[in-house]
C-alpha cells in the first residue's frame, strides 16, 4: 500500500517535452511495483528511507538523496524495504526530445541511477505542479516551465553511481525482453530457454540469483501485472483480459489473478475505480486547502503592509 497525492494529465499541446503525471508516494514496507513497463520516461527521487529497483536484469539499492531513470517501454521493478520503507515524488514525462534532453544530464539505459542534494527543491516545484489548474492555458504553461525547472534542478549537481553489466545481465535483459514481446501468446518457459540457448535450470539459477524469483514466476507476474493495467484502464471483459495477457481460460486467469493480487479480478477493476474516485475528492480536497492558505497569505500580508 502507498499513500499518494497524483497529477496525471492526458494530452498536451508541447511536442519536444511535456508533463505526463507527477506525484508524492509514501509507502508501506515491501510495497513494490511491477514488473511492469510505462508508456512514458519517469524519475523518481527518495526522499526518505530506501528501497530496491530492478531492471534488465541489473538491481540497485537506493536510499534518500538518490533517483532513478525508468524508460519507456522497458520493464521494471521497485520495492520498498522492509525496514525502512521508502517515500518518494516522481515526475513523467514525454516528448521526441526527451531522450536527447536526459542524456544531456547524463542519464540513459546504461546510467539509470544518480544522486542529487536538491530535494527540497524537487519537492517544492512537485507542489505546485500539484497545484495547477491543469485544463486552463495557463496552467499549462505554468507546468511546462515547471517540467524545465525540474531538469534544471537535476542539472546542478548529479553524482552518478557505477553501472555494470554482465554476461548474466545480457542474458536477463534478452529473457525478459523475449516475456515482454511474447506475454500475450502461450509461451513457457521451455521457450524462453530455447530462444537464449540455454537450459532450464541455467535460466532459473539466472532469474532466482539475479531478480530473486523463477522464470515461471516472474512471467506469471509480468502477465498479472498486464492485467491490472488493462483492467483499470480499458472496459474489456474478464475474459479478454485473459487472452490479451496469455490465458487462454479466464477461470485459470482468475484463479491466478487471484493468487497473485489476492482478489478476483472484478473485485479489483471495481475497487480501483472506487479509489481514483477517492483520491480525485482527497486531490480536490488538497488544493482547497492549499488555495486557502495562499489567500489568507496574501490577505495578510497587505494587512501589515497597511499597519503604521
Not at 63 to 89: M, R
Not at 254 to 283: D, I
Request: glycine share 6%; with cysteine.
Amino acid at each position: 500500500m502507498e499513500n499518494a497525492y497524483v497529477l496525471e494529465l492526458s494530452e498536451s499541446k508541447f511536442k519536444d517535452l511535456f508533463l505526463c503525471s507527477c506525484g508524492f508516494a509514501q509507502c508501506e514496507p515491501l510495497h513494490g511495483f511491477g514488473p511492469a513497463v510505462r508508456p512514458n520516461f519517469l524519475i523518481h527521487y527518495i526522499m526518505e528511507g530506501r528501497g530496491y529497483y530492478q531492471t534488465g536484469g541489473r538491481s540497485y539499492c537506493l536510499g534518500a538523496g538518490e533517483g532513478f531513470l525508468i524508460e519507456p517501454e522497458v520493464l521494471t521493478y521497485y520495492q520498498s524495504d522492509k525496514e525502512e520503507p521508502w517515500s518518494y515524488l516522481w515526475i513523467g514525462f514525454a516528448g521526441r526530445h526527451a531522450k536527447e534532453y536526459l542524456a544531456d544530464l547524463g542519464l540513459n539505459s546504461r546510467q539509470l541511477t544518480f544522486c542529487s542534494s536538491q530535494g527540497k527543491e524537487f519537492k517544492h516545484l512537485i507542489l505546485e505542479m500539484l497545484k495547477c489548474q491543469k485544463d486552463s492555458v495557463t496552467g499549462q504553461y505554468r507546468l511546462q516551465s515547471l517540467l524545465y525547472g525540474f531538469f534544471e534542478l537535476l542539472s546542478r549537481d548529479l553524482v552518478f553511481r557505477e553501472d555494470e553489466l554482465s554476461l548474466e545481465n545480457f542474458y536477463i535483459e534478452r529473457a525478459v525482453s523475449y516475456i515482454r514481446n511474447h506475454y500475450s501468446e502461450e509461451l513457457k518457459v521451455a521457450d524462453i530457454a530455447k530462444y537464449l540457448c540455454v537450459d532450464r535450470s541455467y535460466l532459473y539459477k539466472l532469474f532466482k540469483h539475479n531478480l530473486q524469483m523463477s522464470p515461471k514466476e516472474f512471467l506469471t507476474s509480468f502477465r498479472i501485472s498486464r492485467s491490472r493495467e488493462l483492467l483499470c484502464v480499458t472496459q474489456l471483459s474478464i475474459e479478454n483480459v485473459a487472452l490479451s495477457c496469455g490465458y487462454q481460460n479466464a477461470i485459470v486467469f482468475s484463479k491466478a489473478f487471484k493468487q497473485n493480487v489476492g482478489c478476483a479480478p472484478t473485485v479489483y477493476r471495481k475497487k480501483h475505480e472506487k479509489e481514483m474516485k477517492q483520491n480525485l475528492q482527497e486531490n480536490q480536497g488538497m488544493l482547497e486547502v492549499l488555495k486557502s492558505k495562499s489567500i489568507y497569505q496574501t490577505v495578510h500580508q497587505k494587512q501589515n503592509k497597511m499597519l503604521p
